[in-house]
């Protein structure tokens, strides 16, 4: 059983940085994909970004492309989301989550159902 659990959510004004981590349970950690979601109040599961197991390759949502980046540590077990630059728009619960297979390679895809273990969340809260 994996578990997965997200730090570093809070309340912050427009313009500021958070940054969230993701601590994975698991010793297989380092040979999988991960991802980080939010979702709104009355919206549906969002992508915001994706890692490959190794680090070398990332994807982003369009909406926070140049202002969020998604970075591993495989060491620790943990996946990180720095968010800078933040807006109102960004206010949503954070999930990290594990993407299946083995060593994928390909992180474009950003169906929530490409994703088998999830975290229950973190709070992000931007206000104007």
């Known amino acids: 059983q994996v578990q997965l659990v997200e730090s570093g959510g809070g309340l912050v004004q427009a313009g500021g940085s958070l940054r969230l981590s993701c601590a994975a349970s698991s010793l297989t950690f380092s040979s999988y994909a991960m991802g980080w979601f939010r979702q709104a109040p009355g919206k549906e599961r969002d992508f915001v970004a994706a890692?490959?197991?190794?680090?070398?390759?990332?994807n982003y949502a369009d909406s926070v492309k140049g202002r969020f980046t998604i970075s591993r540590d495989n060491a620790k077990n943990t996946v990180y989301l720095q968010m800078n630059s933040l807006k109102p728009d960004d206010t949503a619960i954070y999930y990290c989550?594990?993407?299946?297979?083995?060593?994928?390679?390909?992180?474009?895809?950003?169906?929530?159902?490409?994703?088998?273990?999830w975290g229950r969340g973190t709070q992000v809260t931007v206000s104007s």
């Open positions: 890692i490959t197991w190794s680090g070398g390759r990332t």
């Open positions: 989550a594990r993407r299946r297979g083995w060593r994928g390679t390909d992180v474009s895809t950003p169906d929530p159902d490409e994703y088998d273990y």
